[in-house]
């Protein structure tokens, strides 16, 4: 009878770095050793006061000592598993401290085996919007997530720039923002990248299809340098590569179909509209506004464009 009833003295984490006590089961209980409470932070209960080292009697009524690895794999699992909405992450309160901890511990002690069915299959990566000053023991709420939704940095703003809009948009689009990982992690680059195998930055592909969603919810004017910024990084990656994989070539002719291109009529324009770049602004003017004729706005009034121009005005 004693192993059923809830009639052992616990202190219980209420979430915000404070504690509460109640009467719980034996067998739900923990000891608060150093293991414990590094690993498992304020999300189960722990006896009070501390047992003897060899009590039988806490020995009796299951209240556990040690930490395993299959436990800790088993409790994290928990904390982030998601209900029906399988697209909703589940929202967690723990400090940064604790997550990283077990993050260490698994990797430390699980095979490559277990780690890579444990990290790919789960939405175990914990993620969470960092105030300014908040410290790596302090308890902040964040969200757990798959490996496939959080990438290490975005080095071009773009997709943090278009983060509402990509997730306010259809399914598809909302896959494409990935958080980034390296203001919450910056000292576990060599885990999220080589052991979780997360993406390190955005390629070819996330660009096109970020250049796409652009074009088909912003207009010419506001969204031109940010578009121009894409087909510069493009262009820069693909000079870069001694060749190009079938797949991104299949991607690269579809790219060729889609209204992305920005001409200077205000709307978007597709290689089958046959756009030209002005190398002349003079020529230029000598077709009206409403011949049949697309010029593609590169950014003169940006003052990013029109280089060939500009060069012979400087005796280059």
């Known amino acids: 009878m004693l192993k059923k009833l809830a009639w052992l003295p616990a202190t219980v984490s209420e979430g915000t770095g404070q504690y509460a006590r109640r009467l719980e089961v034996g067998s739900r209980l923990f000891v608060k050793s150093h293991d414990a409470l590094r690993l498992l932070a304020g999300h189960v ?9 060899r009590s039988t009697l806490a020995t009796f009524l299951g209240i556990q ?23 909703t992450p589940v929202t967690f309160k723990t400090s940064l401290q604790h997550i990283k901890a077990v993050y260490n511990y698994l990797d430390q002690h699980m ?6 069915e444990l990290l790919h299959n789960n939405p175990v990566i914990f993620y969470t919007c960092l105030s300014h000053g908040v410290q790596s023991a302090s308890v902040v709420e964040g969200k757990f997530l798959y490996w496939s939704e959080v990438m290490w940095a975005d080095e071009t703003g773009l997709f943090e720039k278009y983060r509402d809009s990509l997730l306010n948009a259809d399914p598809v689009s909302a ?18 990248t080589q052991t979780v195998r997360i993406m390190r930055n955005p390629g070819i592909a996330e660009l096109v299809q970020l250049l796409s969603h652009i074009s088909t919810t912003s207009v010419v004017p506001k969204a031109l340098p940010d578009v121009l910024l894409i087909f510069s990084l493009i262009g820069r990656t693909l000079l870069a590569r001694s060749e190009v994989d079938e797949g991104l070539r299949s991607l690269l002719e579809w790219l060729k179909t889609d209204k992305v291109i920005p001409g200077k009529n205000g709307s978007w324009l597709s290689l089958d509209c046959h756009p030209m770049i002005a190398d002349d602004r003079n020529l230029e003017k000598m077709f009206p506004a409403d011949a049949a004729v697309f010029f593609v706005d590169c950014g003169e009034k940006l003052g990013v464009g029109n280089t060939r121009k500009k060069a012979s005005q400087t005796g280059l």
Do not use: N
């Open 45 to 53: 209960p722990y006896l009070l006061p501390d047992p003897l080292p």
């Open 65 to 87: 000592r040690t930490i395993s690895v299959d436990f800790t794999a088993t409790l994290l699992k928990s904390w982030c598993q998601r209900g029906r909405s399988l697209t």
């Open 111 to 116: 095979s490559k085996h277990q780690l890579e």
């Open 175 to 192: 896959k494409l923002y990935r958080y980034p990982l390296r203001a919450v992690y910056p000292d576990m680059e060599e885990f999220f």
